[in-house]
T-cell receptor, first 114, second 112 residues
Framework: NAGVTQTPKFRVLKTGQSMTLLCAQD?????MYWYRQDPGMGLRLIHY???????AKGEVPDGYNVSRLKKQNFLLGLESAAPSQTSVYFC?????????????FGQGTRLTVV | SQKIEQNSEALNIQEGKTATLTCNYT??????LQWYRQDPGRGPVFLLL?????KEKRKERLKVTFDTTLKQSLFHITASQPTDSATYLC???????????FGAGTRLFVKA
């Protein structure tokens, strides 16, 4: 019973490099989310998806892109990494809208951009 | 401006006592409010959801209250145990909205 799995767990990037974070869920959830968490701040929503083939911008979408080609996967891309993107990234999924449904989170990806 | 505020100072209590954590919000009209637990190096784990028309919700040793007049939610852990030590996050969804907004969390330490 894996739940929500994020890959990789840790990564160090140089400024300007690109990478993709992968999120996979095995609960057949329609809704998926990408958040970032910085010290002293709450989780901030980057992008979200309400179903396969859909994506939408969250609170802090600049510098990130996402894709949801398959229902179980939600990819977060950084095209040209910047030090300001150093953070811990969490993926989450929920059966219904997150505000009124239990959301399941992955274990996080710690990204450092140097 | 819109804000969710949780006490940034850690809460230290003795085992067996009741821990009470506060979540205050400004310029939101939430339809729902949630509480999550987060352990170091882990993702948040859902604990409870309370609706705007509910005053109180309980689950085992946990109790959440929601006062839309005071714009405040209180989260109580009764008979606290050292294993309750974690960071607790509150989160809310704006009425008619979709996006869930999280507070920065309050760190709880329960001493044996």
């Amino acid at each position: 019973n894996a739940g929500v799995t994020q890959t990789p767990k840790f990564r160090v990037l140089k400024t300007g490099q690109s990478m993709t974070l992968l999120c996979a869920q095995d609960m057949n959830h329609e809704y998926m989310y990408w958040y970032r968490q910085d010290p002293g701040m709450g989780l901030r929503l980057i992008h979200y998806s309400v179903g396969e083939g859909t994506t939408a911008k969250g609170e802090v979408p600049d510098g990130y892109n996402v894709s949801r080609l398959k229902k179980q996967n939600f990819l977060l891309g950084l095209e040209s990494a910047a030090p300001s993107q150093t953070s811990v990234y969490f993926c989450a999924s929920s059966y219904g809208r997150q505000g009124l449904s239990e959301a399941f989170f992955g274990q996080g990806t710690r990204l450092t951009v140097v | 401006s819109q804000k969710i505020e949780q006490n940034s100072e850690a809460l230290n209590i003795q085992e067996g006592k009741t821990a009470t954590l506060t979540c205050n919000y400004t310029n939101y009209s939430p339809a729902y409010l949630q509480w999550y637990r987060q352990d170091p190096g882990r993702g948040p784990v859902f604990l409870l959801l309370i609706r705007e028309n509910e005053k109180e919700k309980r689950k085992e040793r946990l109790k959440v209250t929601f006062d839309t007049t005071l714009k405040q939610s209180l989260f109580h852990i009764t008979a606290s145990q050292p294993t309750d030590s974690a960071t607790y996050l509150c989160a809310l969804e704006q009425t008619g909205g979709f996006k869930t907004i999280f507070g920065a969390g309050t760190r709880l330490f329960v001493k044996a």
